[in-house]
Structure formats: C-alpha cells, structure tokens
C-alpha cells in the first residue's frame, strides 16, 4: 500500500489526478476532475477549449505538402519517367552501403520519397487521420519533434534489419505516429485493444510481415521510436516542462541517427547469403557507381544514374552484398 506524499506514517489508495503523489484524507482537496494533492491544488488549473488548443493540425499538412511535393519533383526531374530512375529518387533513397560512403542525408530525404502514387496516398491518408488525432494534443512543435525522431528511427530500424535493400517512404514516421496513439490512449487508461488504433495496427502489422517488398525495419523502428518519444513527451507535460520533452525527442534522433550512420558501415548486419562481386547499387533503381562500398573489387561497375560518374577506385573498394528493393510503405 502506498503512503501519502506529506505523511509516510500514513497508508492510502488515493492520489493526486493530477500529478500521481499518493495523498492521504487530509491532503485531498476535491476538484471536478477528482482530488487534487495541495501543491496541485493550489495552481491554477489551465482551462483547454476548442479556441485555445492547438486544433488546426498544420505541421500534418505541412507534412502532407512535403511528400506531394517531393514525388513530384521525383516524376518531373532527369529520369523520373520511371519513377525509381529518376535523379532525385536515386539521390535520396535509403541504401546502407551509400550512407556508410558519408551520404548522411539519405536517413532523412528516403522518409519523403515514395516508389510509386499509391505508396505515396496510403501514406499520406494515415499520416492525415493520425495528425489530427496527436498534433492537437501534443502541439505542433512536440508534434514535429515526435515525427522526426520517429522517421530516424525508422531509418535505424532499416540499417540494422535490412541494410542492403533500398527503402523509401513515410511509413517508418506514420508508424512512430501510431506507436504515440497507442501511449497516448495508454496514458488516458484506455485498453490498447479497445482503442480506435488497434484495428488499423494490427492491420499494418500483418501488411509488414506478410507482404512483399515492405522495410520490416523501417516499420518496426518507427514504431517503437514514435511510442518512446511520446512517452518523453507525456512525462515532460507532467513535469510542466515542454522543452524537455523536446529534448528528449531531440535525444531519441541523434542516437537513432548516429546508431544508423555506423550500422551502415557493419559488414555483419548484411544478410550472409547476399554474395555479389558486381553489384553498384540497388536492383530498380538504376545504378550508381563513385563510391567504395557499392563498386566490385574485381569489376567496377558501369553507371547508368543519371549524373553518376563511373569513379570506383577497385583497390580501395569493399565487396558488400547485392542490394536487394524494397519500399516502406503504411
């Protein structure tokens, strides 16, 4: 049995609703929203309604905006006719072997590329339910902190899974999202089974292990990543204290973005029976040579991306697995 906060002499099942210390008969102070523990009781409770909470879920659209835009640019630049040649898909895709080459950048512009239009609307549909559902709640700037950490750590989930497949994609991001719906039904004392996620979850779950070509570590990354950032955050709000839940989600991306930067240069995370001596880059995206990791020890391999000069230098080259495809998708 717990003992109150101001009295441990004394036992009680009761506490605070606001902040959880255990309080005793004579600590309780009865408020609409249950019994509040004197130091609660005594701040002015901050009073949400529809004009004054965060009800317009910009950063979602924002968001939305962003990837309509990218695939655009991904159809109507150099080599877009077919989607996965083009320059901007081929510059921004995910590929183990190219981040451990000092792309970095290819953590962050993959979760904004899709493969083809219908990649691009589930996503975009899921990522639209679920911002209106969290970005109220959280805000638009913890909002746009708990996306970011969840796409990085999608873009982990990928490095360490399945580094030698190409992945491109919202959906290690929507997955996080649907990871913090989950907590945050959790945090409101809601069964995860008998909340409005569960359905579309466990929907998502069985896509992601039983049909082809999806990034089980892009989606298992990001949910994971997306349900312990919003954790931070809802700890942070507890403790009043919005710039730790940022620092937190903060937090969360530069390890997921360091751990996927050095993932990507360990040899041993590459699947063992993915053995090649000419491979340059992922198979469907054209081909990509001028950096160690991709070109053949014994044969450098010729470019066809567009802008991609054959550069391989075979003495300082790495023999890494033939690159298989694969595309994150909600």
């Known amino acids: 049995m717990a003992t109150c906060y101001r009295h441990p002499s004394r036992e009680t099942g009761v506490s605070c609703s606001s902040c959880g210390n255990p309080i005793c008969t004579d600590c309780m102070t009865p408020t609409p929203v249950g019994m509040r523990c004197p130091d609660c009781a005594r701040q002015k409770t901050k009073v949400r309604t529809a004009a004054t909470m965060n009800a317009e879920p910009r950063v979602t659209y924002a968001l939305i905006a962003m990837n309509v835009a990218a695939f655009f640019a991904q159809v109507t630049t150099e080599g877009g006719a077919r ?41 975009m549909v899921v990522l639209w339910f679920l911002g209106q559902a969290i970005e109220p709640t959280f805000g638009h700037v913890k909002f746009a902190a708990l996306y970011v950490a969840s796409l990085l750590t999608g873009s982990l989930g990928v490095m360490l899974l399945e580094p030698g497949s190409a992945a491109v994609g919202a959906s290690g991001a929507v997955y996080g999202l649907m990871g913090a719906l989950v907590i945050l039904y959790r945090d409101r004392g809601i069964p995860i089974t008998q909340s409005p996620i569960f359905g579309l979850l466990v929907i998502n779950l069985l896509f992601t292990f039983f049909y082809p070509n999806i990034s089980i570590g892009a ?29 937190a989600c903060a937090a969360i ?9 050095i993932a990507s240069g ?36 010729t470019s066809r991306g567009p802008g991609r000069e054959n550069v391989a230098d075979a003495s300082t080259a790495t023999t890494w697995p033939a690159p298989t495809s694969r595309s994150r998708s909600a």
């Open 83 to 123: 989607v996965e040649d083009g320059r901007v898909y081929i510059e921004g895709l995910l590929f183990g072997p190219w981040v451990n080459d000092g792309e970095w950048w290819r953590l962050v512009t993959s979760g904004f590329l899709h493969a083809n239009p219908i990649h691009l609307l589930l996503n």
């Open 219 to 247: 989606h298992l990354g990001g949910l994971v990543g997306g349900g312990v950032a919003a954790l931070a955050i809802l700890a942070a709000d507890r403790r009043r204290s919005a710039a730790l839940g940022l620092a």
């Open 253 to 261: 991306a530069a390890v997921a973005f360091a751990g996927a930067v």
């Open 266 to 301: 360990t040899p041993g995370l590459y699947r063992a029976d993915q053995t090649s001596t000419t491979s340059a880059g992922p198979a469907g995206s054209g081909t990509r040579s001028g950096c160690s990791t991709c070109a053949s020890v014994s044969s450098p391999s």
